[in-house]
């Protein structure tokens, strides 16, 4: 089955930096790839989104790309704000007629300082 | 629009009870996915409905099921409580198929 890594585990970051998150995935019949953002208490936010027949995608201060040959994709935000801490999941799905089941990466904790 | 309700937050068992876990979509979603979050193992899919019908299954026992109604409002059971099972229970709806899947903030599930 599909198997989802995501690196870094953590990432502090001063505020006004920008933030990068990476993940691979093992299938190359994935085509849908989202990130959530979970806070404390609450479940993960569906952030940003692409699909496989698109490299990039932005959105404000986040931009995710994908790259299909060495089957990686990776969120950037810009311009960190404090509000951005929590954590990030990445993940990947085939979606096809008979669903759409979305296999997690382990997720990235993120710290952003004042 | 309403998000993705479940119920309850919170909840307390013993080892060898059962309990029942729902979820309300949004509003016109027909499709309804569980996902088991825990620290050790993540977040994991554990079923997915659609018009009542169960379109995909994870890797879990037996003791997980669940079922959809007509309204596309969905229960998960699971009997036979172990202490891995506490976990925070995650419910998501989608549109479509093809369409995002929306989280609700969960029920967690601990059990003693």
């Known amino acids: 089955g599909e198997n989802v890594e995501q690196h870094p585990s953590t990432l502090s970051v001063q505020e006004g930096d920008s933030a990068v998150i990476k993940c691979t995935y093992s299938d190359s019949a994935s085509n849908y790839f989202p990130w959530y953002k979970q806070e404390l208490g609450k479940g993960p936010q569906l952030i940003i989104d692409i699909r496989s027949n698109v490299g990039e995608k932005k959105d404000q201060r986040i931009a995710v790309t994908l790259n299909k040959t060495a089957k990686h994709f990776s969120l950037h935000i810009t311009e960190t704000q404090p509000e951005d801490s929590a954590v990030y999941f990445c993940a990947a799905s085939k979606i096809k007629a008979a669903g759409n089941k979305l296999t997690f990466g382990g997720g990235t904790r993120v710290l952003v300082k004042p | 629009k309403a998000g993705v309700t479940q119920t309850p937050r919170y909840l307390i068992k013993t080892r060898g009870q059962q309990v029942t876990l729902s979820c309300s979509p949004i509003?016109?979603?027909?499709?309804v996915s569980w996902y088991q979050q825990t620290p050790g193992q993540g977040l994991q899919f554990l079923f997915e409905y659609f018009s009542e019908t169960q379109r995909n299954k994870g890797n879990f026992p037996g003791r997980f099921s669940g079922r959809q109604f007509s309204n596309s409002r969905s229960e998960m059971n699971v009997s036979t409580l172990e202490l891995g099972d506490s976990a925070l229970y995650l419910c998501?709806?989608?549109?479509?198929?093809?369409?995002?899947?929306?989280f609700g903030n969960g029920t967690r599930l601990t059990v003693t």
């Open positions: 509003s016109g979603h027909r499709s």
């Open positions: 998501a709806s989608s549109l479509a198929v093809d369409s995002p899947l929306h």
